[in-house]
């Protein structure tokens, strides 16, 4: 599976949107765009996925650039429970093997 | 949406002991299930991959004989750490397969071992 790179860490201001960057640039045509999130000492949540359009669900939307080779994950009201280290991951389906990297964290202040 | 539950959320038990970890789609059917653990400020790293009705897939490095995992039907995989030693302490969490896309993850189970 294609590698991600993402930032350490970043922060917002509660209300405000978060954009959350992800390179991907070595993916494969057939390879999905992945986004969870994990709050401390819980399992991951499942955000949002993509293959080429961009997505929008009921928690955040994500923007896939035409060449696939980045995304972004907005988030367009942070809070303070959106507070969590965020994953960007690249997989051929649900069967491919998720392999989580450092995430980033997100601290959003109040 | 997809809920997946493992049980018990936390569990501390003596070394060498057995403990068993079961992880249960609750509103849906899973044929695979994946298995994680996370040590404290690390990243997730995938055990082992578990179908149902067929033996689990482990990744390199994992030890089948000591994690040892079972998928008898399409809502619940267990996983059993053998002969526990305080390096498995760990955040070990399930996830579960829904459609061809997405996994969902199961809460966690904090594994203590003295």
């Known amino acids: 599976d294609a590698k991600t790179t993402q930032p350490p860490s970043m922060d917002c201001a509660e209300g405000r949107a978060a954009n959350l960057p992800c390179n991907h640039s070595?993916?494969?045509?057939?390879?999905?765009v992945y986004w969870y999130r994990q709050i401390h000492s819980q399992g991951p949540q499942y955000i949002i996925h993509g293959l080429k359009n961009n997505e929008t669900n009921e928690m955040a939307s994500l923007i896939i650039t035409e060449d696939r080779k980045s995304s972004t994950l907005i988030l367009p009201h942070a809070t303070l429970r959106d507070t969590a280290v965020y994953y960007c991951?690249?997989?051929?389906?649900?069967?491919?093997?998720?392999?989580f990297g450092k995430g980033i964290t997100l601290s959003v202040r109040p | 949406g997809a809920v997946v539950s493992q049980h018990p959320s936390r569990v501390i038990c003596k070394s060498g002991t057995s403990v068993k970890i079961e992880c249960r789609s609750l509103d849906f059917q899973a044929t695979t299930m994946f298995w994680y653990r996370q040590f404290p400020k690390q990243s997730l790293m995938l055990m082992a991959t578990?179908?149902?009705?067929?033996?689990?897939?482990?990744e390199q490095g994992v030890e089948k004989d000591k994690f040892l995992i079972n998928h008898a039907s399409l809502t619940l995989s267990t996983l059993t750490v053998t002969s526990a030693h305080p390096e498995d302490s760990s955040f070990y969490i399930c996830?579960?397969?829904?459609?061809?896309?997405?996994?969902?993850f199961g809460p966690g189970t904090r594994l203590t071992v003295l």
């Open positions: 578990s179908n149902e009705g067929s033996k689990a897939t482990y």
């Open positions: 991951i690249v997989g051929a389906g649900a069967n491919s093997k998720l392999t």
């Open positions: 070595t993916i494969s045509g057939n390879e999905y």
């Open positions: 996830s579960a397969r829904l459609g061809l896309v997405a996994q969902y």
